[in-house]
């Protein structure tokens, strides 16, 4: 299994809602990622676990809240959202492995996204 | 903090041209990756840089590597239609906590018949 999935493809949510979003990767990458992207804008950064542990957060509102249960699963769970955190949710993996002491980082691969309308 | 410079961000070429796209990138780095992103979908993985004088070609695309510039290109030949894309250069900054993506703001390409 060489993919990235992610579910659900579509969501629409009001501000009051609570929502999750689910990514899942069966090649044995030990690094996931959550990316935000607005129309016609690059990928953005939000969230990296690398081991199952939060390692990175590109300073995030609260009202996203990642998690990862286990080594294949990564969840963003949604909160009080605003209408202008509409976009394409990305998740992503990549393939990591010990080079002495540091951790190197191998290509990331996408899944197709969650396209999330808040209104 | 490290910056990704795409150009041209659009470009609109016919069928058989040639043309070349460049990424500019501030601060050290020796990974860099280019991706293709159909309207409304994911990003597909075309090439993956690792080292200075980096080549590598794939159908009719063939994307390039100079650390020293910090540079890299992706230099389309004999466009086709089916090259109509967004394509993004991403340059890491590996940390030991993570991968961390920078991307271009994406060169928006058209190809007319």
């Known amino acids: 299994d060489t993919e990235v999935t992610q579910t659900p493809k579509h969501l629409v949510m009001g501000m009051t809602n609570k929502k999750s979003l689910k990514c899942e990767q069966h090649m044995g990458h030990r690094a996931m990622y959550w990316y935000k992207q607005k129309a016609k804008k690059p990928p953005e950064l939000m969230f990296v676990y690398s081991y199952e542990k939060l390692s990175i957060n590109e300073s995030v509102p609260s009202r996203f809240s990642p998690e990862c249960p286990n080594s294949s699963l990564l969840n963003l769970h949604l909160h009080a959202l605003q209408p202008e955190d509409s976009a394409l949710y990305l998740c992503?993996?990549?393939?990591?492995?010990?080079?002495?002491?540091?951790?190197?980082?191998?290509?990331?691969?996408f899944g197709p996204g969650t396209r999330l309308t808040v209104l | 903090e490290l910056k990704v410079e795409q150009n041209p961000l659009f470009l609109s070429m016919q069928e058989g041209k040639n043309y070349t796209i460049y990424c500019n990138y501030s601060t050290t780095s020796d990974r860099l990756y280019w991706y293709r992103q159909d309207p409304g979908k994911s990003l597909e993985s075309l090439f993956v840089?690792?080292?200075?004088?980096a080549v590598k070609q794939e159908g009719r695309l063939m994307a390039s590597l100079d650390t020293k510039a910090r540079l890299s290109t992706l230099h389309i030949t004999a466009a086709v239609h089916d090259l109509s894309a967004t394509y993004f250069c991403?340059?890491?900054?590996?940390?030991?906590?993570?991968?961390?993506?920078?991307f271009g703001e994406g060169t928006q390409l058209t190809v007319n018949p």
């Open positions: 840089l690792l080292s200075n004088g």
């Open positions: 991403a340059v890491d900054d590996p940390k030991t906590s993570g991968s961390r993506l920078t």
């Open positions: 992503a993996s990549s393939q990591t492995r010990l080079a002495g002491a540091a951790k190197v980082y191998n290509e990331q691969f």
